[in-house]
Nanobody
Framework: QVQLVESGGGLVQAGGSLRLSCAASGRIFSINAMGWYRQAPGEQRELVATITSSSSTNYADSVKGRFTISRDSAKNTVYLQMNSLKPEDTAVYYC??????????????WGQGTQVTVSS
C-alpha cells in the first residue's frame, strides 16, 4: 500500500514562511506527478501546486510568486516552500501523488493532511 506522509505544517504569523514535505513510500513503480492541495473550513479542496515527472510546475494564481514546489525524485518527496503567508492561506494542506504501483497502472493517492494556520 502506498502512503503519503506530510510534515512541516504549523502556526505562523502573516508574512512568515513554512516548508511542507511529503514523502511517498510503499510499492511504487513510478511517479507521474505530485502536488499540494488545500482545504479551508467550509470550503472545497483546491489545487495549490503540482509538479510532474518532467519537472513541469503549475500553481494556483493565488500563490504564484509566493509558493514554490519542488521534488527530490530519489526520495519520492515533494516540497512546498511557502513564503509571504497570508491568513487566507490557512487550511489543511494535502499531498497528492499520481503514481504507478505497478506497470500499466496509474492511480492517485492522498496524504492525511497537515494544518497550516496563518495569524494576522
Amino acid at each position: 500500500q502506498v502512503q503519503l506522509v506530510e510534515s512541516g505544517g504549523g502556526l505562523v504569523q502573516a508574512g512568515g514562511s513554512l516548508r511542507l514535505s511529503c514523502a511517498a513510500s510503499g510499492r511504487i513503480f513510478s511517479i507521474n506527478a505530485m502536488g499540494w492541495y488545500r482545504q479551508a473550513p467550509g470550503e472545497q479542496r483546491e489545487l495549490v501546486a503540482t509538479i510532474t515527472s518532467s519537472s513541469s510546475t503549475n500553481y494556483a494564481d493565488s500563490v504564484k510568486g509566493r509558493f514554490t514546489i519542488s521534488r527530490d525524485s530519489a526520495k519520492n518527496t515533494v516540497y512546498l516552500q511557502m513564503n509571504s503567508l497570508k491568513p487566507e492561506d490557512t487550511a489543511v494542506y494535502y499531498c497528492k501523488a499520481e503514481l504507478s504501483p505497478a506497470y500499466g497502472h496509474l492511480y492517485r493517492y492522498w496524504g492525511q493532511g497537515t494544518q497550516v494556520t496563518v495569524s494576522s
